[in-house]
C-alpha cells in the first residue's frame, strides 16, 4: 500500500480481555517500530522488529504486551488481560532500513472499559 | 541515545519563519539529529535530519552549530496547517528506535 496501515483504528474492549493490533508497513520495509501514546502524553517506544527479530524489547511495559512479525511484512501486537490503563493510541512506524526515516500509520486507539 | 531539551511551547505568526531550538549537549559524534512533527490526532511526520552540516528540504532547513551541541529547525514561511507538536530526537543510525522526548507544541497564529 501507498503507506503504513494499521487496524483496527478504534477498539474498545473489556477489562481483562485480549486485544491484538494489527499493522501493515509499506512494502519492502524492513524496520518495524511500536509506540503507545497515552492521551496527552508523549510518544513511548514499546518494540522494534529488523525483519521478523526484535532486538530491543525494552519497551514492552509487562509480560502482558508481546509483539510478532511474519514474513518481513504484517506485525501484531498483543495485549493480554487488558487493564484501563493501556488505553491509549498505539501508532506503528515502518522504515526501508534502520537508518532511513520512518513513516508512522494513523494509530490504533485502544480503549479499555 | 542522548537527551534532547526542547521548549515547551512556542507561538509563531502566519507567513513568518518558525525557528525551533534543541539543545543535545551529550551528542556523541556517531549521532544524527532528527526532527519529526506530529500533527494532531494523526502519526508523526519526518521532517529532516543531519549529522553536522546544514540540511535543507522541501519542507524545512536545520541548522546545527559547530560543536554540534544544539541545532534549529526552521520552517521558513509559517502557515497555520504547521501547527504541531515537533520532536527532536538524536539517535545512532542503525539498529536502534527513536525515541520521542516532549517536544515543543508550536502555535502558527493567524
Known amino acids: 500500500g501507498a503507506g503504513v496501515s494499521q487496524s483496527p483504528s478504534n477498539k474498545v474492549t473489556e477489562k481483562g480481555k485480549d486485544v491484538e493490533l494489527r499493522c501493515d508497513p509499506i512494502?519492502?520495509?524492513?524496520?518495524l517500530y511500536w509506540y503507545r501514546q497515552r492521551l496527552g502524553q508523549g510518544l513511548e517506544f514499546l518494540i522494534y522488529?529488523?525483519?521478523?527479530?526484535?532486538?530491543?524489547k525494552s519497551g514492552l511495559p509487562s509480560d502482558r504486551f508481546s509483539a510478532e512479525r511474519t514474513g518481513e511484512s504484517v506485525s501484531t501486537l498483543t495485549i493480554q488481560r487488558t487493564q484501563q490503563e493501556d488505553s491509549a493510541v498505539y501508532l506503528c512506524?515502518?522504515?526501508?532500513?534502520?537508518?532511513?526515516?520512518?513513516?508512522f500509520g494513523q494509530g490504533t486507539r485502544l480503549t479499555v472499559v | 541515545d542522548a537527551k534532547t531539551t526542547q521548549p515547551p511551547s512556542m507561538d509563531c505568526a502566519e507567513g513568518r519563519a518558525a525557528n525551533l531550538p534543541c539543545n543535545h549537549s551529550?551528542?556523541?559524534?556517531?549521532?544524527?539529529v532528527y526532527w519529526y512533527r506530529q500533527i494532531h490526532s494523526q502519526g508523526p511526520q519526518y521532517i529532516i535530519h543531519?549529522?553536522?552540516n546544514n540540511e535543507t528540504n522541501e519542507m524545512a532547513s536545520l541548522i546545527i552549530t559547530e560543536d554540534r551541541k544544539s541545532s534549529t529547525l526552521i520552517l521558513p514561511h509559517a502557515t497555520l496547517r504547521d501547527t504541531a507538536v515537533y520532536y527532536c530526537?538524536?539517535?545512532?543510525?542503525?539498529?536502534?528506535?527513536?525515541?520521542f522526548g516532549k517536544g515543543t507544541r508550536l502555535s502558527v497564529i493567524a
Open positions: 512506524a515502518s522504515s526501508r532500513t534502520t537508518i532511513t526515516e520512518a513513516f
Open positions: 512494502s519492502g520495509h524492513t524496520a
Open positions: 522488529f529488523q525483519g521478523n527479530s526484535a532486538p530491543d
Open positions: 551529550t551528542i556523541s559524534g556517531n549521532e544524527y
Open positions: 543531519g549529522l553536522k
Open positions: 530526537i538524536v539517535r545512532v543510525r542503525g539498529n536502534t528506535p527513536l525515541v
